[in-house]
């Protein structure tokens, strides 16, 4: 039996209730924290006290009442945020390691960095009037992640460091989430110099995977067969623990998982694929997933299809408006690849037609999805070309700045105020 299906058998097993389930559970999850692979037990602050990095965390309440955790590794320098993919975390910054993960390479350099969390996962799971068993705490999109926890991180930041703006990098999700924040509000584009996507992720109309084009037909379906599904992401840690306990025991045998993940010929490798799935996958809302397949299928990359009486309801049109990306005014830096089955060539192609300041594109023939964040290649082909240009973009500002007689250091303008 595929490994995968197994341990999601395990998952699902976890809504039994009972004294029998909770002695098995004990056994098993003993027995994989003990085995698995040690970065794949450790959360993010043990794993940056381990490598010796100083990791802060800090909390945002959202204007819509989720309350968010997300991390820094302070410094003096720019700030860099990076906002992670979907089912991931904060945490998918820094599992490579040191010298190779994005977070610990732009730290390495001198930048303030912060990684921004979503609603749902692991340290985003609250809410000031509701719980992750409620249908109601679940009745998001990545669209609200845009709209409401962009903004919350993103203010909280320029406020905490006193600093005007920021460069954003977004992997998958993370960059589905940055242009809906720019093109909805496009003030934000004011306060993010550069805009790096790694595995950019808008029209899906030529996605590859196979698992995403059976299930994308079926997605009014999936919606209402699912829609209770993540009262149970309490079962994930179970999970986590359990894959990467299998996949260190019998590394061979996750091929199928990597396959799963990301499409044939990724460059992370089984072994590391342990450390991977003992934070991988994170909580998401199945609205989520709903929202990419109605991408698939329409063609487009437009808001939430509630269905043609509730659209006309909350768009005033029959069909979901389309995002207006020409709002996305802030300079963007494109990363993707040819065997990328869920960013697919042809629709990255689409995107670079609607954005109007593409500053540049790189593609990397050989590189799928979950590379960019998790192949020790990254820092080599990616992360030190995202470096270059910042410092570019830091002198042509500070030359800027120089000519016009401003500071170009911290500001001491006490007139800054939360972002709306």
Not at 70 to 76: D, E, G, L, S
Not at 148 to 161: G, H, K, R, W
Not at 170 to 185: K, N
Not at 337 to 353: E, F, K, T
């Amino acid at each position: 039996m595929n490994i995968y299906i197994l341990l999601s058998l395990v998952v699902l097993v976890r809504t039994v209730q009972g004294g029998l389930w909770s002695f098995i559970k004990g056994a098993l999850d003993e027995t994989a924290s003990r085995y698995a692979a040690e970065d794949g037990r450790l959360n993010i602050s043990q794993l940056a006290a381990k490598y010796k990095y100083p990791l802060e965390e800090h909390q945002v309440h959202t204007i819509d009442g989720y309350i968010i955790n997300f991390h820094r590794i302070p410094n003096r320098g720019p700030i860099v945020f990076l906002m992670h993919g979907i089912l991931e975390s904060s945490d998918s910054w820094v599992l490579l390691g040191p010298g190779k993960a994005l977070a610990y390479v732009l730290a390495e350099q001198g930048y303030d960095v912060w990684m921004g969390n979503a609603r749902g996962n692991q340290h985003a799971n609250k809410h000031v009037s509701m719980n992750t068993t409620m249908s109601r705490f679940w009745e998001f999109t990545w669209e609200e992640i845009a709209l409401y926890d962009l903004p919350a991180m993103i203010s909280y930041i320029l406020e905490t460091t006193r600093q005007h703006s920021m460069y954003y990098v977004g992997h998958s999700q993370g960059t589905t989430s940055g242009y809906v924040l720019c093109a909805m509000r496009p003030q934000y584009n004011n306060y993010i110099r550069m805009m790096f996507s790694l595995a950019p992720v808008a029209w899906m109309g030529n996605v590859k995977s196979p698992l995403v084009k059976m299930f994308s037909p079926a997605y009014n379906v999936l919606a209402y067969a699912l829609k209770d599904f993540n009262t149970y992401t309490s079962g994930l840690d179970m999970f986590n623990k359990m894959s990467s306990f299998v996949c260190t025991v019998i590394p061979t045998r996750c091929d199928n998982i990597l396959h799963s993940l990301s499409g044939h010929e990724t460059k992370v490798s089984p072994t590391f694929l342990a450390i991977i799935l003992g934070h991988y996958p994170t909580g998401a809302s199945t609205y989520q997933f709903v929202h990419y397949g109605q991408l698939v299928e329409s063609k487009r990359f437009c808001r939430y299809d509630f269905g043609t009486s509730r659209n006309f309801e909350v768009y005033g049109q029959n069909n979901p408006p389309d995002y207006n990306l020409t709002n996305v005014v802030v300079p963007v830096v494109l990363f993707h690849g040819n065997r990328d089955w869920l960013s697919a060539p042809a629709d990255v192609n689409i995107l670079m037609h609607h954005l109007p300041n593409v500053y540049d594109e790189t593609n990397l023939s050989d590189f799928t999805h979950i590379d960019y964040v998790y192949a020790e290649e990254a820092k080599e082909v990616v992360y030190d070309k995202i470096i270059e240009h910042i410092e570019i973009s830091e002198s042509i500002h500070y030359l800027d700045v120089k000519s016009r007689g401003m500071k170009t250091k911290e500001s001491n303008d006490s007139s800054i105020k939360p972002l709306d």
